[in-house]
């Protein structure tokens, strides 16, 4: 297959890009390298299947490509706040462009949504069918409200123009290749460990996230993609949520990552941001019935990969 993965060069477009050259696609890379970089794809410009274009998608661009993972955006609240004008584009005027493109090419398209859908939500677990409740003139906005409405873009082209369209709404990830600056709670509570910095609890820490390691989200994202219809009363458009549904509180988490890291680090709260969800966690089970999803990787365990990961970039540094 001839596979176009925009975002390429991010956290999660990295770890699809590794795994789809892996598995002998031919994979192009797209990025505008704005939170992406290019060190995480550098060890993959070897092999002859991929191809690395730098690029915005808010521009169109015409490739012949057989599938389309739209991943294009910064997804961490520091980075889609900078500039939410932007966020906003790459959400809609992208998502405009490469649902164009999946329509020209016949391109089967997944489209990277977000738990954000959901906003600080009032049913808990969010189920797919849960509306949402969020703020449409708040600071998440840029970010919360673009991914809706590239996910009403999505069904719009798929009922109008019958493109073939996957929506997936992923949940807080993480892993190596997170970006070490940009204010996640798992990058910033293990880099605080590590140089026992204070960690900056926000709140009373007693709002809640659940924590899906990048593999395991890897797998959910291809056995989306590649399931084929079956049966014709089957419609995988989706949405379809993706990530790990065991629930932590944010000051449990710090405690954990304390431990791990042995640090002599200690505990600091800070203002809890506006609009800051108080709780998140995945219902998964329309994705474990469809194509079996079910993550593997528990908390602790997929925590020690990440800082293995944090303290190699760190002592790279230092040397
Ligand atoms: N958070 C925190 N300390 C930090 C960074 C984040 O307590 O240094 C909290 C944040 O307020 C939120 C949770 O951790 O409640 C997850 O934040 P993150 O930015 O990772 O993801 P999101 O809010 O988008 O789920």
């Known amino acids: 297959m001839r596979i176009l993965v925009t975002g390429g060069a991010g956290f999660i477009g990295s770890h699809l890009c590794d795994r789809l050259v892996k598995e002998g696609h031919y994979v192009i890379c797209l990025d505008n390298l704005y939170s992406g970089s290019k060190d995480n794809i550098i060890h993959l410009q070897k092999y002859s299947n991929f191809e690395f274009i730098r690029h915005d998608i808010t ?6 490509v057989d599938m389309i993972f739209n991943l294009a955006c910064p997804a961490s609240p520091i980075h889609y706040q900078n500039n939410p004008v932007k966020t906003i584009k790459t959400n809609v005027i992208g998502m405009l462009n490469m649902l164009g493109l999946a329509k020209r090419v016949k391109a089967r398209i997944l ?3 977000t738990s954000e859908v959901y906003g600080d939500p009032l049913v808990h677990p969010q189920r797919e069918d849960y509306w949402g409740n969020v703020n449409p003139i708040g600071l998440r906005a840029c970010y919360d409200e673009g991914k809706r409405c590239a996910e009403a873009l999505c069904f ?3 009922k109008q123009n019958n493109v073939d369209i996957r929506v997936v ?3 807080n990830t993480y892993g190596p290749n997170m970006l070490p600056n940009d204010g996640r709670v798992i990058s910033n509570f293990i880099i605080q460990a590590l140089n026992n910095k204070p960690i900056t609890v926000y709140g009373k820490g007693e709002q809640t ?15 989306y993609m590649f399931l084929e219809n079956s049966s014709k009363n089957v419609d995988l458009s ?12 944010i000051i449990d988490l710090a405690k954990l990552v304390l431990k791990l890291t042995r640090s002599n680090s200690k505990i600091t709260y800070k203002k809890l941001p506006p609009d800051d969800p108080s709780r998140r966690c995945p219902d998964i089970s329309l994705a474990k019935r469809l194509f079996g999803f079910s993550p593997k990787t528990d908390l602790r365990t997929g925590l020690e990969k990440t800082i293995e990961y944090f303290r190699k970039i760190y002592n790279r540094s230092a040397n």
């Open 59 to 64: 521009q169109p661009i015409l490739l012949e």
């Open 111 to 113: 489209q990277a949504s």
């Open 156 to 158: 719009s082209y798929h």
């Open 169 to 171: 709404r992923i949940f």
């Open 209 to 223: 996230r659940s924590f899906c390691y990048i593999d395991d989200l890897i797998e959910g994202l291809i056995r």
């Open 238 to 249: 989706g949405p379809i949520n993706l990530g790990n549904p065991n629930e932590f509180k």
